[in-house]
Structure formats: C-alpha cells, structure tokens
C-alpha cells in the first residue's frame, strides 16, 4: 500500500516513515503543499496531510485533493482545536489524528480509512421503508429526485452530480437504507465508521452538515432530539414531534 506523507518536519516524518515501512506500507514523503498536490497525481492509495505546511495552509491542499479524486485523507496536526477538526472533516479529510499520536494507532485509523473506502457499499437489509424509494436492480436506489448508486458509488439529485467525500457517501447510503427509519448516533457511528473509532464526537455532525450543504436543502437529513438522524425526500416526510 502506498502513502503519501505531506509533513514539512523531518523529526516527525523520518520516525513516521521508518515505523509504517516496518508493517509493509510504501511511503512518499514531500515537504510542501505544492509538491504533495503534484505526487497525487500518480494516484496514492491514502494521503497523511499535515496542516502546518511552509507554503500554504493544510486545509486548502485538502481541498484541492478532494475537488479531483476521492483517495482516503488523513490529517496529521498539532492544531487540536475542535473547529479545526470540523473544518478539516467538511473539506473531506476522513479522519483526523492529533499530535503526538503512536504508530500502531495511525496504522489502525490507516485500515479503518481504506476498509470504508474500499469496502462495498451498503445493500438494503430488505424492502424500503418508503414509498419514494425504489431499488432496481442497476443497484440505484431512487428517493424522489435523489439517486444513490452503492454500485458506482454516484449520487445524483435532479440528473446531476452530487461529489461526496467517501465517508458522506457512506453516511448517505446508510441512513438510505431505510428511508424514514430513525438510526441512533452509536449506530451510524458503529457502521459508517466502525465500533472502535478514533476521533472526536462532533465527526458525525459535520459530515450531516456537510451532507446537508452538498444536497441543498438541509431537510433530506433530520435530526430526532437525544436520538439520532433520519434521511427523508423533503416535502415527503411526516410530522414528528422531536424531528428539526
């Protein structure tokens, strides 16, 4: 597997590169925003992004990364500042470690990142539970003018392309499972993520956020007070009392 280290400091980099070279990761190291953006081209399986680069902001080359291809983003950083981490999340990084953080933990949040990215999409557990949604065997599934393909892993909303990060295409064709079933926070976060994340509580918020800005209208995505969330076609979805 191969990784593409951006991190401009050589006393974190050298020790970083030796350590995932001894359990059998290949890893590129580059110094700066600029350089990083230019070796992604030759497509690397995960990018470890540091956000305190020399010559430009972390933030913005995860930006660029995510604006042309959806390769895992793990963001490595001082800056343990939850708005940071939000900010970080709803760019499209995966997931998030703060320094100092050990090897074997960083290679558990590495297989995490790439199980979800590389994993199949989700497949309905049985018949939908609203009467928008329809499965045909294409394996899109059809909820009022929006189309989740676990296929492709496409999704369009009024014939055109919404580009979601991997783990927001994963939350989407989750709670689209059952369109209209309510899924406790532990639930999305045991299945989208997985039972021994990693990571700050509020990760499940941003992707929603981010989910909500993506697909124009913040009613796709319900929230039930002390609960959860719930995906519903807005204009379509039924009154219920705890639900905003």
């Known amino acids: ?10 006393r974190i980099a050298g020790p970083l590169t030796e350590g995932l070279g001894r359990y059998g990761f290949t890893v590129d190291h580059v110094r700066t925003g600029a350089a990083g953006l230019a070796d992604a081209e030759v497509a690397p399986d995960l990018v470890l992004l540091d956000l305190g680069l020399p010559d430009m902001d ?4 995860c930006r660029s ?3 042309r291809s959806a390769v895992p983003i793990i963001m ?5 500042e939850e708005a ?5 999340l709803e760019l499209g990084a995966d997931d998030y470690l703060a320094k100092p953080f050990g090897v074997r933990e960083l290679i558990a949040r590495i ?11 989700y497949a309905p557990a049985g018949p939908a539970g609203a009467a928008e949604a329809h499965q045909p065997a294409s394996g899109a599934q059809a909820l009022g003018p929006l189309t989740v393909n676990r296929r492709t892993r496409e999704v369009h909303l009024d014939g055109r392309q919404v580009a979601l990060a ?9 709670l ?6 309510v899924y406790s926070r532990q639930q999305i976060m045991d299945t989208v993520w997985d039972p021994h994340f990693f990571g700050p509580t509020k990760t499940l918020d941003a992707h929603v956020a981010a989910l909500r800005r993506k697909l124009g209208d913040a009613g796709w995505i319900t929230t039930a007070r002390g609960v959860g969330f719930r995906l519903t076609v807005p204009g379509h979805r039924a009154a219920s009392e705890g639900v905003h």
Do not use: N, Q, S
């Not at 689209?176 to 079933?181: F, I, K, M, R, S």
């Open 1 to 10: 597997m191969r990784l593409l280290l951006i991190e401009d400091d050589d």
């Open 76 to 80: 490595i950083t001082a800056r343990g």
């Open 58 to 61: 972390g933030l913005d080359v």
């Open 84 to 88: 940071d981490r939000i900010v970080g």
């Open 65 to 67: 990364l995510r604006a």
């Open 166 to 174: 991997p783990r927001e295409f994963d939350l989407l064709a989750y």
């Open 176 to 181: 689209a499972e059952d369109p209209g079933t």
């Open 111 to 121: 297989r995490a990142v790439t199980r979800r990215a590389g994993a199949p999409a």
